[in-house]
């Protein structure tokens, strides 16, 4: 096939590059800085460098780009894709994005099929892609009325680069789950690392401190737009965690040990319960 990969940061820079080093396809690289593009074709992560015009040769197109910033290339560039080819995105959030693809899908004839790679690292860019970024991963697809063909194609296509996990669902599921799962980690190391205590951190911090200030390493305008779209199950549950963590404030202010106790046997027994 020839698969056309929109925005070469590091979701889209791994993609290229996974393609490559596991796939006979053809990759097409487009991206809005040429330089990039040049780079990925220096590197062999392309084949070609491409065009919004040349999306009429891709017969899989992946778009790695913020959320608005896709259905933006759609509307104006969607008249160029091919009606039997396939369209995902890479986005982190689902509820908001794919109704608007699916309807500019049944405009100009394709088919649109959400995506979510749940794999990333602190850093972005291009330089921070990686060939395998995606292995083991769990790969997210929200079908959004695409066919079951269509679905089968590219879970085969991810299982093909290297992800161990194809999970099939609903965009709403889809937002609810990502709230707990990443975003929520992210708002907490960010809180975390807000403290005035952080820049005298070295010297007296270890895995607990990397652990859970990690993901404040954050592309402050990804993660806000992400974050303000998929906002209700956010909040809910920021507002689960702003009740835990105002049980274990109040047992430790109040000295009271049995309390604080059962509180983190709670925890202890769901991580154990999970096997994690």
């Known amino acids: 096939m020839k698969i056309a990969v929109v925005g070469l ?6 993609y290229c590059k996974a393609l490559k080093a596991y796939t006979p396809h053809t990759v097409i690289g487009i991206n809005r800085t040429e330089s990039v593009a040049e780079k990925a074709l220096a590197e062999g992560a392309i084949d070609i460098i491409g065009t919004p015009e040349s999306l009429g040769d891709a017969d899989i197109i992946i778009l790695c780009m913020y959320p608005q910033a ?3 290339f759609i509307n104006e560039y969607g008249k160029y894709i091919r009606s039997d080819a396939i369209v995902t995105d890479a986005a982190g959030i689902k509820t908001a994005l794919c109704p608007q693809l699916r309807k500019l899908s049944e405009e100009y004839g394709f088919t649109f099929v959400g995506s979510h790679p749940m794999a990333g690292k ?5 330089e921070a892609s990686d060939e395998n970024l995606f292995m083991g991963a769990s790969f997210i697809i929200t079908p959004c009325g695409a066919d079951k063909m269509t679905v089968n194609t590219l879970a085969s296509l991810a299982l093909e680069i290297g992800f161990g996990t194809i999970k099939v669902t609903t965009p709403e599921e889809h937002d609810r789950m990502i709230a707990f799962t990443s975003q929520l980690p992210h708002v907490l190391a960010c809180a975390y690392v807000l403290s005035p205590s952080c820049p005298n951190h070295k010297g007296f911090s270890a895995g607990s401190y990397r652990d859970v200030s990690r993901v404040a390493n954050i592309n402050s305008k990804l993660w806000s737009e ?3 779209e998929n906002r209700e199950p956010l909040l809910e549950e920021l507002e689960i965690l702003y009740k835990n963590m105002s049980s274990l404030y109040h047992a430790i202010k109040d000295e009271d040990r049995e309390k604080l106790a059962a509180l983190l046997e709670q925890g202890h027994s769901v991580k154990q319960a999970l096997g994690e």
């Open 122 to 126: 602190e850093k972005n860019g291009f």
């Open 70 to 72: 896709c259905v933006d």
């Open 9 to 14: 940061g590091i979701i889209g820079g791994s």
């Open 226 to 228: 992400l974050f303000l």
